[in-house]
């Protein structure tokens, strides 16, 4: 089975600058992780590849080129692949473009199945996967927040959906493009020790214009479509700290954390 997860990679909440006279995130020099939901995608899909070991995972994202540790880390945890999208003229693109560029690429992509997160924290529009569903003329649902792994196939998936209402079930025929959420449970991974300096260099593939061939009306900001017309800022709750001391109280606490994390 072949799995491709499409991930974004956002700035740190506490850490990027914003363009207000463009209306964009300045993403170049900006400290970048990925994307909580899809984050969930890549841990459900390296869930089903403890399943099935034959099972082939990819991981695609548009990208500035200086995301390539990070992805270099998501290959070190168990994903076989990664492509990165970039070019300077994709700089700008709202959630129409960014579509048009991913959707060309996995249009000559083979997969059963393409995993992604239901929404970003830096935009929460929710448009890109839709999107490229529409251009791929594929099935799609988002905000899933369970996936029933037995049935999981290349040709079905079970799958719930959680609302304010309800929990609602649904079954999809294959390939489609599925977008989890954080509710879901799955996560990414830490990258053990002993593989922090393995080098997956070769398993990266970048990917410029000179390959998609946009003209430059149809990307970036000229390309589009869409215009922010004002910005809200959210709030985030602070992350908790746990102070620990080098007694063996805290060599035990750090330890477990380690271990629960998948670190060690």
Known sequence: ????????????????????????????????????????AIGFALKMKQRSPDTSIEVVTMAPES?????????RVGVDTATIISDRLYAGSDTYATSRVLSRYLSGATY???????????????????????????????????????????SLARFEVESEQAV??????????????????YRLPYVRYKNLNMDVSDRVTVIHNDVLCFDESEVGLTGSRTKVVGT?????????????TTDQEGIDTVYRFLKDKQFI
């Open 232 to 244: 809200h800022v959210k709030t985030y709750k602070n992350r908790s700290h746990h102070v620990v």
């Open 67 to 75: 995301v390539l540790p990070l992805v270099e880390d998501i290959l």
């Open 168 to 185: 609602s079930s649904y079954e999809i025929q294959m390939p489609a493009i599925l977008g989890l959420t954080r509710a879901s449970g």
């Open 112 to 154: 059963d199945t393409i995993l992604t997160g239901s929404h970003a924290i830096d935009g929460d529009t929710s448009h890109v996967p839709s999107q490229i569903a529409c251009l791929l003329d594929l099935n799609h649902m988002s905000y899933i927040s369970r996936i029933d792994e037995s049935s999981f196939s290349s």
């Open 1 to 40: 089975m072949k799995i491709i997860c499409v991930v974004k990679f956002v700035p740190d909440v506490d850490n990027f600058t914003y363009d207000h006279e463009k209306h964009i995130i300045i993403r170049e020099n900006s400290r970048m992780m990925v994307n909580p939901d899809d984050a969930c």
